[in-house]
T-cell receptor, first 111, second 113 residues
């Protein structure tokens, strides 16, 4: 079983739609959680951290469910520019020496 | 401009011909890391470095070497490349104080024939 698993998609949605991605992780002792965005084989960039209480940044909302070992990303009012691959990232217990990346979920927003 | 640079961006080589991919950052970051990205597998860590002269293996270190003689540079060396090392490689850096925000270079697409 992979340490971090994501549905690869693609999720094809029209502009203005709300879309949600989930990501599951296998290590219950994982410490920190993040969503990164990657455009068409370019470098990944941090989208947002995921906090236990949940957090929101504009149209983006991230949630953490430690009991079920998953994190989620909700995108409201999708824009064409949201089309990208979203990477779920987890740090294992013991610190930040490594980040474990999911394989990514591809989102395609169409007019 | 704060950035991580990698060179070359694209490289086609043949089996067994030693190569080096350079990585440099201008943000005075202590931590640097190399990843490879393959379809369906996500980014996998090859090596990382917590500071000058301090390096350690990641998840897939076989066939790779690194060095950290200066804080800003972290080259990746393939002594004898093989076709299974064909991949997209990213270098990344961050401060030790931050958690997950790593700054990535633009990537090096390597093909080994």
């Amino acid at each position: 079983r992979k340490e971090v698993e994501q549905d690869p998609g693609p999720f094809n949605v029209p502009e203005g739609a709300t879309v949600a991605f989930n990501c599951t992780y296998s290590n219950s002792a994982s410490q920190s959680f993040f969503w990164y965005r990657q455009d068409c084989r370019k470098e990944p960039k941090l989208l947002m951290s995921v906090y236990s209480s949940g957090n929101e940044d504009g149209r983006f909302t991230a949630q953490l469910n430690r009991a079920s070992q998953y994190i989620s990303l909700l995108i409201r009012d999708s824009k064409l520019s949201d089309s990208a691959t979203y990477l779920c990232v987890v740090t294992p217990s013991g610190g930040y020496n490594k980040l474990i990346f999911g394989a990514g979920t591809r989102l395609a927003v169409h007019p | 401009e704060a950035q991580v640079t990698q060179n070359p961006r694209y490289l086609i080589t043949v089996t067994g011909k030693k190569l080096t991919v350079t990585c440099s950052q201008n943000m005075n970051h202590e931590y640097m890391s190399w990843y490879r990205q393959d379809p369906g597998l996500g980014l996998r860590q090859i090596y990382y470095s917590m500071n000058v002269e301090v390096t350690d293996k990641g998840d897939v270190p076989e066939g790779y070497k690194v060095s950290r003689k200066e804080k800003r540079n972290f080259p990746l060396i393939l002594e004898s490349p093989s076709p299974n090392q064909t991949s997209l490689y990213f270098c990344a850096s961050r401060t030790l104080a931050t958690g997950g925000e790593q700054f990535f270079g633009p990537g090096t697409r390597l093909t080994v024939l």
